[in-house]
């Protein structure tokens, strides 16, 4: 299994800035993913991040919209850029130990309300 | 490509009563099929998951599902549910097609909020 902790928990941003939300696992993981999940909806995969490798965007998803980092093996960070309201989500990111039977593990989200 | 369909948005439920949340999927290949719930304010926590063998799959806190392959459904059960069942429940289908390098990519259903009822 893995824990995974998100910061922030929540925030509250004005329209324009940018926000960075980063995940810390407790151990070593190849496959991160980044998902948004907007009120009252599912969860819709943003990217997959692997370490040493540029992320792969979903469709509807673009880079300078949603970087991401992932400079190690317990670490990746998503960054919401030029946020309009339609930006207030639950971004949740999960990974996958790679090890045994297929499983995601999921962080406890970040809310973000952007007004 | 694959996709999820939970029939039922919200359910209602008395304390102690029995409880059958939907899932049907569409796919061309197998798949792997989960079971996700959802708090108030935390994340996801796996329920149960169905990769192989039994069609029944028990997990975690009481709940089990099936895997229906001529339906192509995954209804999640409890026999008698409690309170603090209260949450969002979300079914989950993954396939080898929509993998890469290893990973298996998740596709959601849109979520089932179940409440129970004193």
């Given amino acids: ?115 | 490509a694959q996709s999820v369909t939970q029939l039922d948005s919200q359910v209602p439920v008395f304390e102690e009563a029995p409880v059958e949340l939907r899932c049907n999927y569409s796919s061309s290949v197998s798949v792997y099929l989960f079971w996700y719930v959802q708090y108030p304010n935390q994340g996801l926590q796996l329920l149960l998951k169905y990769l192989s063998g039994s069609t029944l799959v028990k997990g975690i806190n009481g709940f089990e599902a099936e895997f229906n392959k001529s339906q192509t459904s995954f209804h999640l059960r409890k026999p008698s549910v409690h309170i603090s069942d209260t949450a969002e429940y979300f079914c989950a289908v993954s396939d080898l097609e929509n993998s890469g390098a290893g990973s298996y990519q998740l596709t959601f259903g849109k979520g089932t909020k179940l409440s129970v009822i004193p």
């Fill in chain 1, 1 to 115: 299994s893995a824990v995974i902790s998100q910061k922030p928990s929540r925030d509250i941003c004005q329209r324009g800035t940018s926000l960075t939300i980063q995940c810390q696992v407790d151990s070593q993981v190849t496959m991160m993913f980044w998902y948004r999940q907007q009120p009252g909806q599912s969860l819709t995969l943003i990217a997959t991040a692997n370490q040493g490798s540029e992320a792969t965007y979903e469709s509807g998803f673009v880079i300078d919209k949603f970087p991401i980092s992932r400079p190690n093996l317990t670490f990746s960070t998503l960054t919401v850029s030029n946020m309009s309201p339609e930006d207030s989500s639950i971004y949740l990111c999960s990974v996958e130990t790679g090890t045994g039977p297929p499983e995601q593990f999921f962080g406890p989200g970040t809310r973000l309300t952007v007004l």
